[in-house]
Protein backbone atom coordinates (compact mmCIF):
# COMPACT_ATOMS: atom_id res chain seq x y z
CA UNK A 1 0.00 0.00 0.00
CA UNK A 2 1.07 3.62 -0.96
CA UNK A 3 2.19 5.27 2.56
CA UNK A 4 0.07 8.88 3.14
CA UNK A 5 -2.85 8.06 1.35
CA UNK A 6 -4.96 6.29 3.99
CA UNK A 7 -6.38 8.24 6.93
CA UNK A 8 -5.07 7.92 10.25
CA UNK A 9 -7.81 9.56 12.58
CA UNK A 10 -10.05 6.64 12.93
CA UNK A 11 -12.15 6.86 16.48
CA UNK A 12 -15.07 5.39 17.66
CA UNK A 13 -18.73 6.39 16.41
CA UNK A 14 -21.86 5.87 16.87
CA UNK A 15 -24.14 5.39 13.59
CA UNK A 16 -27.70 6.10 14.59
CA UNK A 17 -30.59 5.13 12.27
CA UNK A 18 -33.34 7.82 12.21
CA UNK A 19 -35.81 5.64 10.95
CA UNK A 20 -35.90 3.03 13.62
CA UNK A 21 -33.52 4.49 16.35
CA UNK A 22 -31.33 1.40 15.72
CA UNK A 23 -27.61 2.59 17.08
CA UNK A 24 -24.56 0.93 17.00
CA UNK A 25 -20.63 1.88 17.36
CA UNK A 26 -18.00 1.52 14.27
CA UNK A 27 -14.71 2.95 13.80
CA UNK A 28 -14.72 6.00 11.14
CA UNK A 29 -13.15 9.39 10.02
CA UNK A 30 -16.63 11.08 9.58
CA UNK A 31 -16.86 14.45 10.96
CA UNK A 32 -19.93 15.57 13.16
CA UNK A 33 -20.81 18.33 15.75
CA UNK A 34 -23.27 15.80 17.56
CA UNK A 35 -22.73 13.45 20.55
CA UNK A 36 -24.40 10.45 22.29
CA UNK A 37 -23.52 8.80 26.05
CA UNK A 38 -23.52 5.16 24.82
CA UNK A 39 -24.10 1.94 27.03
CA UNK A 40 -20.81 1.99 28.43
CA UNK A 41 -21.26 5.60 29.67
CA UNK A 42 -18.78 6.93 27.40
CA UNK A 43 -19.47 9.62 25.13
CA UNK A 44 -19.19 9.09 21.32
CA UNK A 45 -19.36 11.35 17.82
CA UNK A 46 -23.16 10.71 16.19
CA UNK A 47 -23.29 10.46 12.99
CA UNK A 48 -27.19 10.40 11.94
CA UNK A 49 -28.22 8.32 8.50
CA UNK A 50 -31.63 8.11 6.89
CA UNK A 51 -31.16 4.16 6.68
CA UNK A 52 -29.44 1.11 7.99
CA UNK A 53 -29.42 -2.35 7.34
CA UNK A 54 -32.18 -2.38 10.06
CA UNK A 55 -34.80 -0.61 7.65
CA UNK A 56 -33.47 -1.26 4.06
CA UNK A 57 -36.00 -3.10 2.53
CA UNK A 58 -33.58 -5.60 0.85
CA UNK A 59 -32.51 -6.53 4.06
CA UNK A 60 -35.60 -6.97 6.24
CA UNK A 61 -37.66 -8.23 3.13
CA UNK A 62 -40.35 -6.11 4.23
CA UNK A 63 -41.79 -2.56 1.91
CA UNK A 64 -41.01 0.21 4.75
CA UNK A 65 -41.44 3.42 3.60
CA UNK A 66 -39.25 6.10 4.76
CA UNK A 67 -40.07 9.57 4.16
CA UNK A 68 -37.90 11.46 6.39
CA UNK A 69 -37.26 14.88 4.39
CA UNK A 70 -40.58 15.21 3.44
CA UNK A 71 -39.14 14.39 -0.58
CA UNK A 72 -42.76 13.93 -1.71
CA UNK A 73 -44.50 16.90 -0.59
CA UNK A 74 -41.53 18.79 -2.09
CA UNK A 75 -42.27 16.90 -5.58
CA UNK A 76 -45.85 17.20 -5.48
CA UNK A 77 -45.44 20.79 -4.37
CA UNK A 78 -43.27 21.79 -7.21
CA UNK A 79 -44.85 19.81 -10.11
CA UNK A 80 -48.68 20.51 -9.13
CA UNK A 81 -51.02 21.90 -11.42
CA UNK A 82 -51.57 25.90 -10.61
Known amino acids: MKKGIHPENYRLVVFKDMSN ?7 STCATRDTITWEDGKEYPLVKVEISNTSHPFYTGKNIFVDTAGRIDKFKKRYEKK
Request: hydrophobic content about 55%; proline content about 0%; charged content about 30%.
Open 21 to 27: DFAFVSR
